[in-house]
């Protein structure tokens, strides 16, 4: 079961980190910030409930760094990471450099 559930963290990891990462304008090194921020979010029900392993808590913080490390290396016409970046219902929008959604 442990095994089922630390692949599924993974790929999901991998998903958010993906998706938040495209918002990113700011390179490497927001790619690395906004995928760190986004695995301690993801990672509190775990931290809270005391529940979360070593493992699973380094799989999250690792994967969504690694899907924003990613997606920062695919180009700006990418259909997926352009549908991510102009979502409709999601606005979020943090200085120049990070800006997801649209107006």
Same mark, same amino acid.
């Given at each position: ?8 963290? &993974?790929?999901?990891?991998?998903? &958010? ?10 390179? $490497? #090194? *927001?790619?690395? #910030? ?8 993801? +990672? @509190? ?6 529940? *979360?392993?070593?493992? /699973?808590?380094?799989? %999250?913080?690792? /994967?969504?760094?690694?899907? &924003?490390? $990613? @997606?920062?290396?695919?180009? +700006?016409?990418? @259909? %997926?990471?352009? !549908?991510? !970046?102009?979502?409709?219902? %999601?606005?979020? !929008?943090? *200085? &120049?450099?990070?800006?997801?959604? !649209?107006?």
């Amino acid at each position: 079961m442990d095994t089922i559930l630390l692949n599924f963290l &993974a790929c999901f990891g991998l998903a &958010a980190g993906f998706f938040i990462g495209s918002g990113n304008r700011a390179g $490497i #090194v *927001g790619a690395i #910030v906004s995928g760190l921020l986004l695995g301690l979010l993801l +990672d @509190v029900p775990f931290l809270r409930d005391g529940s *979360g392993t070593t493992a /699973s808590t380094l799989l %999250l913080f690792a /994967s969504t760094t690694l899907g &924003a490390f $990613i @997606v920062n290396f695919i180009s +700006d016409d990418n @259909v %997926l990471k352009r !549908r991510c !970046r102009d979502q409709k219902s %999601l606005k979020i !929008r943090i *200085g &120049a450099y990070y800006r997801l959604g !649209r107006d």
